[in-house]
């Protein structure tokens, strides 16, 4: 218990400080929001009349209370392009960015497993080199090339999938699932590779452990032995991986989302960019920091699940 | 069992080795051993490190590394292990044979309850559904002498000393009765008053289970009480073997008189200890911090050092003995000035000591390690590491011939200074150690557990440099060790310590002769005998 | 085995190497002048003026792929050399005051970092100051900060626990002077692999910041520029986005083999339990 109340602490703590990082390098370093959202040709009175619809007026610790308060009742301010709530924008893209990111990690997970135990089961021997030989290839392929050339195969030469866009979840679930595909496979396949051989050397680095000989001289086979003694020791380096990995597939799919035109956050937010518009850029940007630092605490809380050390009674 | 009772030596009862050869990779490590044990006896294999002893044990249980090609006969109970499959090995492993290894610490699942691990062994060989099989680990966990109301069968490992998983090995290895029992170094990892009840209950379960047991140790004094029949080896041979009595009476082959010689070597001391106080230690108190058990509690305190105080002269060898977590490596990283006291004084020649102390005092202080792998930078030549402490005194002019002085001061030569640590064996690399102290001209070095590492024989060849140092430069010694033997062959003085305190000093003969404090009792008690006249 | 690390070591620096002196010659001689369009000339296959053909804007792609290299790589090794640079010192402090304020305050800070992928530390520098190279370096080299912090501490908090660091502070050593003389040529060859190991990174990330258009801006070529310029014609000409990536995957490719290759050629360890 204490374990999880510490960790607890770890991420309200880090929560507040990403905040304070975040609200910094919005409204405070550039000086004048207001000024800057409008760019160079507005006039006084249309800074003035944005900067008192963003409450500006406020002292800083004033708006990063009210910024944090509204964050946390559901109230992301209000899009200056748009003129919406952003909880209204990010509701709409939150539909297509989160699925993608769980058919990506689901798609990743069923390779990578796999792949790793074969590769240890096999150390040494073809299927191993095979196997890692793919990963190398998979890890060193950026992304966003590997969608290009899988929209080249699959949407333009051979009309299997859409080239990009997004049908809507209205349009059914297995035409949403059909335009999130491709997406999903470019995103998978360099995390698969990663996983993969994550998960091949912390089974190897389990046979030299000396509970896996007292397994064997019990009378277990040296396969046996480390399923049922080596793999829950191997998940911990495992886990780890899968919780950077979620940082590094939400970061993936901002960039992917502009390779299918997905109608995601990340494209939100670079619509955030290119308008100025600071209000989206801050809100989304929290956003999905947050669910890096809460899949982070995840990780943790699956720590102590898997490794009794950690749990004080 | 019954059997135990017929021990008439049958021929086809317990184990025997015939002719048992090993080769790795084409190295060739055993050649021809021959062994045999019967049921409800126990075989003493001795021998020092990398004499093969243990790859013989390994051998038989058929768990080795890749590239080991193995020929002769090895037979348990009228079975030919050799003939067997892997399959066949995995059936008979955990049931008709089982092993103990030496490092509790890292031997069990850090992840599964031990009785969980001491039930598998039921499991794995349908010995008990799932139901029985806790019932009877919870049995035998009790059986090794684990309390079930202290220490009941759902707790991991990680909760437990050393000495209680290493009963939850025993557990393991004794749930299915096997006819074998190999124990690897069963108790070298731990401290002599749990060695000796491990001893006890070890040889207890192969009386009563009728076992054949081979008990593979470095110690001498273990296999003289515990073994009915002792085997010696030597270069992956074996020279000598018979009933124990007869092996330590008659000595036949010279290496095992060379290793009977070794492990009760005396070095020659000159009496140089004067009354002059040199160290002086008043009240020490060191408290560590304790983790916060939990967020709202103040972290507790554990207090390794605790109201210490006492002398040591100029000239002596002034013993410090204990058991692992008693306080002494705490103390002597005081005494060297690199942590602080929380109360009390510490003074060289009425200097104080502390971490803020000046240079020219710490290099007065030298120390020599357990560890002779961990204790240089792998990447310096030995001369660099022989300089180091000239920080201290600053490098003087003739480094040089001080570096070589010292090298040749422990029987090595000033060439060996161009060299890698790596390059030299454990014992030369304790010389290197000592030589380092040294070479400060110091006037008191702290050995900690400096020769615990060693085969005998070194270590006898290292206790007497020892020896010869103190005379020729009038050096002082603490002498910290678990090892009674050794503080009573080179020390003066003893100290005896125990949860933070001294409870017990005097002359050490007078100590050992006639122990005053209970603790004192009981650790020379514990402590392995040779066995002269068996 | 020894002869496999070996293997590989020598085909990822062949690799690397061969795209890291392509950037190198750039410098000071590119068939074309990348500067220079000549747009009655574009989209051209591949022929003996232009080996590679050239992109939208007549470009020679051979001449863009060896100046993308120096923008690449650049990036890339400084972010690394931000990373070493502040990452390694922060570690190597906070293991000589294991379990003190400095201690948690470095690895805390470690945590909060890593919060931020560097894609999202470079959207708010963008967003803030706006696009440039520079972004894409100091977004990369932010988030090796805490990688490098992580493993100096993790590999220097086993080395202070031997007794040659005990010895070191017999001998009156401080806990600096320590880090510098023993602890930092024993991580030396981890934070050489883990140096070729984010360099390949960094890599992939500056690709993937100037493809969105938030690292490298026109008209200084980059081989993220050339693919997010090659999307639209693609179809038409595979080769304009095929080239730029082979050119990614081989050097990226180059360094993890490399990296591994160091690995078992430097981590005495691995040798052993590799049978």
């Not at chain 1, 997905?262 to 960019?273: A, E, K, M, Y």
């Not at chain 2, 290197?432 to 060693?454: F, Y």
């Amino acid at each position: 218990m204490g374990y999880i109340l510490s960790r607890l602490i770890s991420l309200v703590v880090s929560l507040a400080a990403a905040s304070v990082v975040i609200f910094a390098a919005v409204e405070v370093v550039p000086g004048d929001p207001a000024a800057f959202m409008l760019g160079l040709n507005a006039s006084e009175d249309t800074i003035a009349a944005l900067r008192a619809e963003l409450g500006l007026d406020g002292s800083v610790l004033e708006r990063y209370v009210g910024w944090v308060g509204g964050m946390l009742t559901g109230d992301f301010g209000t899009s200056y392009t748009y003129r919406v709530p952003v909880a209204d924008l990010v509701s709409q893209r939150i539909v297509v960015s989160l699925p993608l990111a769980g058919y990506a990690l689901l798609l990743s997970t069923l390779l990578a497993v796999p792949a790793g135990l074969v590769a240890a089961a096999w150390r040494g021997r073809a299927p191993d080199y095979g196997i890692m030989a793919a990963s190398q290839l998979g890890i060193a392929v950026p992304n966003f090339w590997f969608a290009m050339l899988l929209v080249l195969a699959f949407a333009i030469t051979w009309k299997i999938f859409p080239a990009g866009g997004f049908p809507g979840w209205e349009a059914g679930f297995w035409a949403g699932m059909r335009a999130l595909t491709l997406p999903a496979i470019a995103l998978a396949l360099p995390q698969a590779a990663i996983l993969a051989r994550v998960l091949r050397s912390a089974l190897i680095e389990q046979t030299g452990q000396d509970y896996i000989r007292t397994a064997r001289a019990k009378g277990l086979s040296s396969g046996a032995a480390l399923r049922r003694h080596g793999l829950r020791n191997a998940m911990i380096p495992v886990l780890t991986i899968l919780g950077l990995q979620f940082s590094f597939l939400l970061a993936g799919a901002i960039i992917i989302e502009n390779v299918f035109f997905l109608p995601g956050l990340g494209r939100l937010i670079f619509q955030g960019i290119t308008q100025r518009d600071l209000v989206v850029v801050e809100s989304v940007t929290m956003l999905l920091v947050c669910a890096v630092i809460v899949v982070t605490f995840l990780v943790d809380i699956a720590y102590a699940l898997v490794d009794p050390r950690l749990r004080r009674r | 069992m019954a059997m135990a009772d017929t021990a008439s030596p049958q021929a086809e009862q317990g184990l025997q080795l015939d002719k048992l050869s090993l080769a790795i990779h084409g190295t060739q490590i055993l050649q021809d051993v021959s062994l045999t044990i019967a049921p409800g006896q126990i075989l003493g294999l001795v021998g020092e490190s990398g004499s093969g002893k243990s790859l013989t044990a390994f051998s038989v249980a058929r768990l080795l590394p890749e590239g080991s090609v193995t020929s002769g006969q090895v037979t348990l109970d009228g079975t030919d292990l050799t003939a067997l499959s892997e399959a066949d090995m995995c059936a008979l492993r955990g049931l008709r044979l089982s092993m103990i290894f030496q490092e509790p610490m890292t031997a069990l699942n850090p992840v599964k309850t031990i009785g969980d691990q001491v039930a598998e062994t039921l499991l794995i060989h349908r010995a008990a559904n799932r139901r029985q099989a806790y019932a009877r680990a919870a049995d035998l966990l009790a059986r090794v002498g684990l309390d079930p109301e202290r220490i009941p069968p759902g707790r991991y490992p990680h909760e437990l000393s050393g000495g209680q998983r290493q009963r939850v090995c025993i557990a393991m290895a004794i749930a299915l009765q096997p006819q074998l029992l190999i124990a690897d170094e069963p108790t070298t990892a731990l401290d002599v008053t749990t060695q000796a009840r491990i001893l006890a209950l070890l040889r207890d379960l192969v009386r009563e289970e009728g076992m054949a047991c081979l008990l593979i140790t470095h110690d001498l004094a273990v296999v003289s009480q515990l073994a009915d029949r002792i085997a010696v080896m030597q270069k992956g041979q074996i020279v000598e073997a018979g009933p124990t009595g007869q092996v330590i009476s008659k000595r036949e082959h010279p290496y095992t008189r060379a290793l009977f010689a070794a492990s009760a070597h005396q070095p020659r001391r000159a009496a140089a200890a004067t009354q002059a106080p040199l160290l002086e230690v008043r009240e020490a108190r060191r408290d560590y911090r304790l983790p916060r058990a939990s967020l709202w509690q103040a972290p507790g305190h554990l207090r390794a050092v605790d109201g210490v105080s006492f002398t040591l002269r100029k000239g002596e060898s002034l013993g410090l003995v204990g058991e692992s977590g008693c306080g002494k490596s705490t103390l002597s990283r005081a005494i060297l000035g690199l942590e602080p006291l929380q109360a009390g004084t510490i003074a060289l020649e009425g200097a104080p000591v502390a971490p803020e102390m000046g240079a020219d005092l710490r290099g007065r202080m030298q120390v020599v390690f357990q560890d002779p792998y961990a204790s240089f930078n792998p990447r310096h030549r030995v001369a660099r590491i022989l300089s180091e402490p000239f920080y201290l005194t600053g490098r003087p002019p003739d480094a040089e011939q001080r570096i070589a002085a010292a090298l040749e001061a422990v029987e090595m030569s000033a060439s060996d200074g161009l060299k890698y640590p790596h390059e030299f064996s454990g014992g030369q690399r304790q010389r290197i150690a000592i030589a380092r102290a040294l070479i400060t001209r110091p006037d008191l070095i702290v050995l900690d557990e400096a020769v615990s590492a060693l085969d005998v024989s070194v270590r006898a060849t290292v206790l007497d440099l020892l020896a010869g140092l103190q005379e020729r430069f009038g050096l002082s010694y603490l002498f910290i060790s678990h090892d009674l033997t050794v503080v009573q062959a080179i020390t003066d003085r003893v100290l005896v310590m125990q949860k933070g305190r001294i409870v017990e000093e005097g002359p050490t003969r007078a100590v050992f002769e006639a122990p005053r404090h209970a603790y004192t009792q009981a650790l020379l008690a514990a402590a392995p005998r040779l066995v002269e006249d068996a | 085995m020894a002869g496999r690390g070996a293997v590989q070591l020598w085909i990822g620096a062949g690799l690397s190497g061969f795209f890291c002196l392509a950037g190198l010659l750039s410098l000071v001689w590119t068939p074309y002048d990348v500067t220079v369009l000549d747009i009655g000339n574009k989209l051209a296959p591949p022929s003996a003026e232009h080996l590679l053909g050239t992109d939208h804007l007549g470009r020679d792609m051979l001449s863009m792929i060896m100046a993308g290299a120096r923008t690449s790589i650049a990036v890339a090794l400084v972010a690394v050399g931000i990373g070493i640079g502040l990452g390694v010192p922060l570690g190597l402090w906070a293991a000589a005051r294991k379990g003190s304020l400095t201690d948690e305050i470095v690895m805390r800070g470690n945590d909060l970092v890593f919060a931020f992928p560097s894609l999202v530390i470079a959207i708010l520098i963008t967003a803030v100051f706006g696009p440039s190279a520079v972004n894409a370096i100091i977004a990369i080299g932010i988030f090796n900060i805490p990688v490098f912090a992580r493993v100096a501490r993790g590999a220097a908090l086993t080395l202070w626990t031997q007794d040659f660091i005990l010895a070191a502070r017999v001998a009156g050593k401080k806990s600096a002077r320590i880090s510098v003389e023993h602890i930092l040529p024993n991580i030396a060859n981890l934070l050489i692999v883990q140096g070729t190991i984010q360099f390949s990174l960094g890599i992939l990330a500056e690709a993937g910041l100037s493809y969105v258009g938030l690292g490298t801006q026109p008209p200084t070529p980059s081989w993220g520029r050339m693919l997010a310029d090659a999307q639209t014609f693609f179809y038409g000409n595979p080769s304009l986005a095929i080239l730029p990536g082979l050119a990614i995957v081989l050097t990226v490719l180059g360094l993890n083999l490399m990296g591994d290759g160091l690995r078992d050629a430097l981590d005495p360890r691995l040798q052993r339990s590799i049978r």
